[in-house]
């Protein structure tokens, strides 16, 4: 009875912390800063409170940073930029867009602030707006889509050919850098750094070789870490750059998959994998009403699981146009934010399948790194989705459908991925080796990399980062 009367105890003290966060959230949310910054310090002062109550209180402050360094640019920014467009604009002229979304904004304390790619995302997100722009700029060639146009089917056509779904292997040699910028850590300090390492559990990518490193002492994290890093620790220098470098080679292959519907079969539905892969994962894949009505809109009647992921394919492709986005630590729900906002990067637009997915009872998980496409070195984020019969195939949603009869091409990143990948992470907000001490910079995705020293966290505006690519066929 005594240990009854405990866990109830507990159990109404969890319940309490947790009504007392969400309650800071919603505070957030509504852009209640200084509101919720009273609170936070009200509650941190609670000598009753616990260390992972600090830490989560914490990080909301610091989190309210974070969506300031976002949403900075003003009403008379938007408009000087837009006037090039829309020489006769005036503020009554933005409410269209700021109502649905396409002007991405926060009131906060009052003030309304805008994000500070919306200006620009407008012109990719609002059709009408492109064609002004258009109008302006002229129509500007996409190089990677023209690379794209050609690569595609030739990597289709070698399937057929040589009867293989691996083809076009290309050899790539990576030198990446992140240098702190100078005296943001004392002299003497040492810092900690995390940087992007090649996982080697997957078969478009292999033979991966070290070829050098700017320190004599570092640390490669095991093959299994679903966010893969090269660890290295250097000392502050007053007045200079802290440079850490690394250079590796590895092979990439392309991936074609000819997916036929009724040769998918049945899930095993008490499968681990099953359970695992088709289940919610709060906070950023949740089964929320809008995710169960935008589902029921597209899917309809459908049964076939590879039928279901190609509408949902088609319907995001059609539906949420790639735009730049806030940094996804700001973000309590990247899918849900998919769904209202309209729109959304790389990531953004991954969750969003992988949500309506596993709603739909497919299993689906992350994958992420950088896209090395000629010319077109970026971070990039895509996914993998599996079906019974085929195993885990790659789905790339922001690379989305392809303007081609050919339905191999058009719906080639469904179930297919080209070569020029570098595949650093199989899973989102997973501990970095060895562990981090404070807060990440990115909460979800790891890429750009991680730095600390003993006095915090060094967030993106404290450091560069650079990847040099060579290829070799």
């Known amino acids: ?3 009854f009367i405990v866990f109830m105890l507990l159990s109404v003290v969890c319940m309490y912390a947790q009504e007392n966060l969400d309650f800071v959230k919603n505070q957030i949310e509504s852009g209640n800063f200084n509101k919720a910054n009273v609170i ?18 914490s990080f909301e402050i610091e989190r309210m ?7 900075w640019k003003t009403e008379d920014d938007i408009l000087k ?8 604009i005036k503020s009554k002229d933005l409410v269209k867009w700021e109502k649905n979304n396409q002007l991405e904004h926060k009131i906060i304390d009052g003030k309304k602030l805008y994000f500070d790619r919306s200006n620009s995302n ?15 700029d002229g129509v500007s060639v996409d190089g990677l889509n023209t690379f794209l146009e050609k690569y595609i089917p030739k990597v289709v056509d070698k399937y057929y050919k040589q009867n293989t779904n691996l083809t076009d292997p290309v050899k790539i040699i990576l030198n990446y850098t992140l240098s702190v910028k100078p005296n943001v850590v004392p002299a003497g300090e040492v810092i900690r750094c995390w940087m992007p390492y090649p996982r080697e559990t997957n078969r478009r990518q292999q033979n991966i070789k070290l070829i050098s490193v700017n320190n004599s002492e570092y640390i490669v994290s095991d093959k299994e870490k679903k966010q893969r890093t090269i660890y290295l620790e250097k000392t502050a220098e007053k007045d200079k750059e802290t440079v850490f470098n690394y250079e590796i080679e590895y092979s990439a292959s392309a991936e074609f998959n000819k997916i036929i519907p009724q040769d998918v079969k049945l899930y095993n539905t008490n499968s681990e994998l099953y359970k695992e892969f088709s289940a919610e994962r709060p906070p950023h894949i949740v089964f929320t009403e809008k995710i169960k009505k935008i589902s029921k809109e597209i899917v309809g009647d459908e049964k076939n699981p590879y039928l279901i992921a190609k509408k949902i394919f088609t319907w995001i492709d059609k539906n949420i146009p790639w735009a730049g986005a806030r940094e996804y630590s700001t973000i309590y729900n990247i899918s849900d934010y998919c769904l209202t906002n309209g729109h959304g990067d790389c990531g953004i637009q991954t969750l969003l ?8 009872g497919i299993p689906t998980k992350w994958q992420s790194g950088w896209m090395l496409h000629p010319d077109n070195v970026n971070l990039h984020d895509w996914g993998e989705v599996y079906f019974e019969g085929y195993g885990w195939l790659p789905v790339d949603q922001s690379f989305g459908m392809k303007n081609s009869t050919n339905e191999d091409v058009q719906y080639f990143y469904l179930g297919g991925m080209d070569s020029y990948r570098l595949i650093v992470n199989d899973d989102f907000s997973q501990p970095l080796y060895p562990a981090k001490i404070y807060p990440r910079s990115e909460t979800i995705d790891f890429q750009r990399g991680e730095v600390e020293w003993r006095g915090g966290n060094l967030y ?9 690519v060579k290829y070799s066929e």
């Not at 399948?353 to 739909?360: A, D, G, I, K, V």
């Open 353 to 360: 399948f992988m949500t309506l997915c596993r709603y739909n």
């Open 460 to 468: 993106f505006d404290k450091w560069n980062y650079d990847m040099q």
């Open 65 to 71: 940073d974070r969506i300031k360094s976002d949403f």
């Open 1 to 3: 009875m005594r240990y």
């Open 40 to 57: 936070i310090q009200k509650m941190l002062k609670d000598k009753n409170i616990s260390e992972t109550e600090k830490l989560n209180l």
């Open 81 to 88: 930029y837009l006037r090039k467009y829309y020489p006769n």
């Open 122 to 136: 407008l012109f990719l997100i609002n059709q009408e707006a492109k064609k002004v722009k258009e109008k302006v």
